[in-house]
């Protein structure tokens, strides 16, 4: 499946990080958060096209416990 922005698992993978993104302070979402989900989706994309079945899974593994260690600090 090629990896477009279409992409369910790419879709699926933005907006749960979109919604994880709420754990940040109002500000920092206004600021920062459309540049950050834009970052995620690209690297989904390229985690999708360098391994569908592994990438993204390894994506998460890398941007999850920063995300939760940076947001709640």
């Known amino acids: 499946m090629p990896a477009t922005p ?3 698992a790419v879709i699926w993978s933005a907006g749960i990080y979109a919604r994880l993104l709420r754990c940040y302070p109002l500000s920092h979402q206004a600021e920062y958060g459309p540049v950050m989900l834009q970052l995620f ?7 999708w096209c360098e391994s569908p079945r592994w990438g ?17 600090t």
């Not at 993204?56 to 709640?72: G, I, Q």
């Open 6 to 8: 279409f992409n369910p």
């Open 41 to 47: 989706r690209d690297q989904c994309r390229d985690a």
């Open 56 to 72: 993204l899974l390894r994506l998460w593994l890398r941007v999850l416990p920063d995300l939760l260690k940076s947001s709640f």
